[in-house]
């Protein structure tokens, strides 16, 4: 994914002002990226799909600004405004239906709920229970649907990094 993002990057042999903005994507994807596998190798779902839910934040900001290039100057260096994320996941819904849906799933593992939470309670057929305070992951099929989840959230993340970047550069210049 790095190579393939990075590829926009002094493709004229030059870097520019709002190439910040897309290498700040690119660190935030591969910051993300690592964590998430570390959290997977440290059995921690918890952990690992809170990040994959910030990585999913960080994709959807790229389709916000290249649908609303008026809010570019939000995320350059020093920015002091932020995004509407609600409605940037929202943006990101109306072109890749089912986004919405598992950013959902996600936001259930970041947030204390019900849905995400309980992640080492068992309850067994006899009512016998079994709980820890450490996560794990409940069987290596789970561990390996995060680990998919993260292989199709980066190609989608470096393809749209690159086209939006490419569109902006063809369209309106560099400042």
């Known amino acids: 994914m790095l190579n393939d993002a990075l590829s926009f990057v002094h493709a004229d042999g030059q870097l520019h ?3 910040f903005v897309y290498l700040g ?3 935030r994807a591969q910051a993300f990226h690592l964590g998430v596998i570390s959290a997977v190798e440290q059995g921690n779902p918890l952990a690992a799909v809170t990040l994959l ?3 999913a934040e960080n994709v959807a900001a790229v389709f916000w ?3 609303k290039p008026q809010e570019f100057d939000k995320l350059r260096p020093g920015a002091k405004q932020k995004l509407p994320i609600g409605r940037v996941i929202a943006e990101a819904e109306k072109h890749l239906p089912g986004f919405k849906s598992l950013y959902d799933v996600w936001s259930d593992h970041a947030h204390p709920s019900g849905a995400g939470g309980y992640h080492t309670l068992a309850i067994d057929a006899d009512g016998h229970m079994t709980w820890q305070s ?3 992951f409940r069987s290596v099929a789970e561990a390996q649907q995060v680990l998919d989840w993260l292989d199709s959230i980066c190609a989608l993340t470096a393809r749209i990094i690159v086209q939006t970047a ?6 309106t210049g560099h400042q």
């Not at 490419?166 to 369209?171: A, E, P, T, V």
Request: charged share 45%; proline share 5%; net charge positive.
């Open 25 to 27: 994507f690119i660190e």
């Open 65 to 67: 600004i290249a649908r």
């Open 17 to 19: 002002h709002d190439d």
């Open 166 to 171: 490419k569109n902006r550069r063809s369209g």
């Open 53 to 55: 839910r910030a990585y």
């Open 134 to 136: 450490h996560p794990k």
